[in-house]
């Protein structure tokens, strides 16, 4: 089968919750599957309980697992602009990355969760800056190797684009927030 990219986003809104968006794509960018979450809203004893590991538990072993479970699907490399995606390492085996780039501003009223920012490793594949966590053995050569395969032309910001697009047109109420 032929490899393919996962581009998983998440933002969140402090009055309506969290939006997940997942769009995976063929190596030269074309949509294979798409899919979205209906807003995440933590209870306030979640907020309590879970403290500062909120935005972890939510993206990554919530959103971004249910995502990447719905999806038919298997990417070689799920690519994300939310470091708390990548707490999915600690429910999933799928290759996981955070390309760091400048967010759009699509979603004005909405913030970019953080996350844990311990126990990830950089990487600079030439011009992309990442995070991995680090407890993925092996999976700095991976992500090299499948990065490697992509037309140097390949954007890897642009597919984010189209999952901010298509999550404000899936979700109403996004843009009216």
């Known amino acids: 089968m032929a490899a393919s990219l996962g581009f998983l986003s998440v933002r969140q809104h402090p009055e309506h919750g969290y939006f997940g968006g997942y769009l995976l794509t063929n190596l ?3 949509p294979l599957e798409f899919h979205c979450t209906m807003p995440v809203k933590p209870s306030r004893a979640q907020e309590l309980l879970y403290g500062p590991t909120l935005d972890d538990f939510v993206c990554g072993e919530q959103i971004a697992k ?3 479970n719905k999806a038919k699907l ?3 490399l799920v690519l994300t602009n939310c470091r708390a995606v990548l707490a999915i390492a600690q429910v999933s ?3 996981t990355a955070q390309l760091q ?3 759009d501003d699509s979603f004005p009223h909405f913030r970019t969760p953080q996350g ?3 126990g990830l490793q ?4 030439d011009p992309w800056q990442l995070q991995l966590p680090a407890s993925v053995q092996g999976a700095e050569e991976k992500v090299r190797s499948l990065l490697s395969q992509l037309a140097a032309n390949f954007d890897l910001t642009e597919p984010f684009q189209r999952v901010s697009d298509a999550l404000l047109e899936a979700h109403p109420i996004a843009k009216a927030a």
């Open 74 to 76: 298997k990417p070689d």
């Open 66 to 68: 249910a995502l990447v």
């Open 101 to 103: 780039f400048e967010a």
């Open 93 to 95: 085996n799928v290759l």
């Open 122 to 125: 950089s990487l600079v594949v």
């Open 116 to 118: 844990n920012q311990s």
């Open 28 to 30: 030269a960018a074309r």
